[in-house]
């Protein structure tokens, strides 16, 4: 098969992903083998390549996977050949420790991510257990599926964790990918709240999508919101939204924080936190790590029920590298999908 190889962590202006042929891999008892036909390209992969993240090497990428079983291995009886199906980050947990006995298999010690641990899907096979891939609702085409199993699965597991009710008030701080899944979640779930939605000053597409979206009121990080949050959900890679979403919280509320890593370079916002202002009268922080498989399970069916179609952008799998180095830039309108054949 044809594979995009990391070998080695580079910067990716030097295009350090390597088109290769490789053996098929085979299925293991209990593993389908995928066909895949649709891989999302995310920022993820970027924090692997350049070595803020540490994934195996050599690694195949891609953790946003659509395609079709080709070939079941033994004992696997959950799809049939030529079923679609979804790979997403989570490629295993080790089904029993306490996390994973207790629901929470995404933060098992054994937790393996989907083109970082094992390989992904910028390929034209993959293989992963059957139980670890979801059925992808008809409504979407390959393309469009792909972002969900990213973006949208972990906007939707950061929702979950905000216990936001109907009739209460929501803040977005950052308006990319996940955001912009999570307001329209938002607004469908829960018709009678308003959402707030936070930009850092001047992004006006994100502001004019924001509003598109049915934002209630969009303003600039650290701009006093009409009410007082109930919950917010921080996507960006800051520090000061952090502390501004704190401020906004009404009393017992709770800002979700949305990011695999955080920048190092205004920790020192941190130091306005002010235990008073920005954390008495029981206001929670908590963050989102991975995502569990019911999560996936619960959010594609709903995803196609409101219906959330991902804009998209088509590669080829060739140019994952360009890809890659245009999503850094920030010219990917909407998702960014490898197109596999
Ligand atoms: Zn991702
Ligand atoms: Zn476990």
Redo the contacts with the bound molecule.
Sequence with gaps: MKAQILKQVAPIDDMPLELVDMPTPQPKPGEILVKVSAC?V????LDEIEGRLKPKLPVILG??IVGRVEKPGAGANRFNTGDRVGIA?IHSACGKCNFCRGGEENLCPDFQGTGCQADGGYAQYTVVSEDFAYPIPERFTDSQAAPLL??GA?GYRALKLTNLQDGQALGLFGFGASAHIVIQMAKYKYPNGRVFVFTRPGQKEHQALAEKLGADWIGATGETPPQKLNCAIDFTPAWGPIVAGLKALENGGRLVINAIRKEEKDKKSLLELDYSGHLWCEKEIKSVANITRQDAREFLPLAARIPIIPEVQEFKLQEANQALILLKKGKIQGAAVLKID
């Design positions: 999302g995310c920022h993820t992969e953790h946003e980050w990213c973006a972990i």
